[in-house]
Structures are given as C-alpha cells and as structure tokens.
C-alpha cells in the first residue's frame, strides 16, 4: 500500500481591500479589490476673461436746470450757460448777472446793433423779461460745446404752456473766459427764426445785391 505524504500549507489571506477617497473631480478614482488604479488628472485648459465695459450716453435734448447755486467760476462752459438759460425763465436777472462779463459784446440779430458792457446787456434781456409771461418758457433742443476754448453752441425754442410756440426756433453762440477766477460770458449772439419767410425772394435779393457789387465796385465802401 503506497502512502502519500502530504502535508497541509495554508493560504497567505489576501491583504484587506485599500481605499482610497479622493475628489471626483477633477481626477478620476477607482476602486478595485487588492487593485488600485490611479487617477488621471485632467489638465484645465486656461480661458481668457474678457473685462467689458458699459458706456453710458446721454440724450442730445437737454433739460433746463434751475439756477445755479454755485459759484460760476466751478462751472463749465455748459453748465454757465445752463444756468443763465435757467435764470432768464424764472426772470431772476440777479442770478443772470453773475454770467455777465463787464466787457460783454451781446449781438441780438434783430436789432441793427450789437449791446456792448454789462448793463446795455442786462437792459436788453430786462426789456425782453418784462414783456415775456411765465407761461414762456425758454428750452434747450440741443447744446454743444469746446472746453479748451469754452465755447457753446445753443439749438432752442419757445413753449407756452409746454406747446411749441409759433416761430420761436433760434441758435445761440457764446464765448467765455474766466474774469477774476469766474466763468463769464464775454460775447454772445442770437439768431432768431424770422417770422416772414423770404424764401426764394431772400435768395433773388441775395442775387442782386452781388450782381451790383460786381457792376459797381466803389459799392463795397458802403458795406
């Protein structure tokens, strides 16, 4: 009888299964018995950020402000004449004074000649105040400007009772400076719309004026 020799050798047990907690993002993991896989990591692919910027504009028609409580001298060209505009609506000439250059030269082109000095200037505009309602007001249709040399450049009308008044469109020019640290209108000049319109007539007169200067010379001392 052949006996076998045999002998009993245990096992070694397998290792207890390792974990490993990571993140799901931005790797990946897993979990295997006696088996770990490393993650991979995802490279982040880089974006440029785009910085915008809002630019806000303001409406061509203007308001008309009140009058100014500060110094015209910390005011610019267009808030200078803002305020006088303000001022002759609410017929309060002292206000209107302080925007008035000693040496001011005022042109209102229906008149045959121009107001030279602050008080001719101030008599005008008192005359014109005096015959003029509440009711009527003076608004602002547009307002532009040149701060390096502070100019303004004024579109406007007339309106009574908020209703267009008939034949009241007009343009403005006004050139300031600064006089003993205060911004002040030095000349202005205003051109009303006309309540008979030439037309074509204005155009033929036109016409024949320059036809006579070119016929008689010794006309033009007479301009």
């Not at 974990?19 to 440029?48: E, G």
């Not at 001011?104 to 505009?125: N, S, T």
């Not at 400007?145 to 908020?162: L, P, R, Y």
Request: aromatic share 10%; glycine share 6%.
């Amino acid at each position: 009888m052949l006996l076998i020799n045999s002998r009993i050798i245990p096992l070694p047990s397998p290792p207890p299964t390792l974990l490993h907690l990571h993140k799901t993002t931005p790797c990946s993991t897993k979990l295997l018995a006696n088996k770990f896989i490393p993650c991979i990591r995802r490279k982040r692919k880089w974006m440029p950020h785009t910085l915008m910027i809002k630019v806000s504009s303001s409406s061509s028609a203007v308001e008309n402000h009140p009058p100014a409580t500060v110094s015209p001298g910390s005011q610019g060209a267009v808030e200078v004449i803002r305020s006088f505009y303000a001022g002759i609506n609410s017929h309060d000439l002292a206000s209107v004074e302080l925007f008035i250059a000693e040496k001011c030269v005022y042109e209102d082109l229906m008149f045959p000649r121009p107001f030279v000095g602050r008080k001719a200037f101030l008599e005008a505009y008192k005359s014109f105040v005096d015959s003029m309602s509440m009711d009527l007001q003076l608004v602002i249709d547009d307002i532009a400007s040149n701060e390096e040399s502070s100019t303004v450049g004024v579109a406007w009308h007339f309106e009574w009772k908020g209703k267009v008044f008939p034949y009241s469109k007009g343009c403005s020019f006004y050139r300031l400076q600064m006089v003993d640290g205060i911004r002040q209108i030095i000349y202005g000049r205003d051109v009303a719309e006309p309540s008979i319109k030439l037309g074509e007539a204005g155009l033929a007169a036109m016409k024949g004026v320059m036809w006579l200067l070119q016929q008689f010379p010794q006309l033009e001392d007479q301009l």
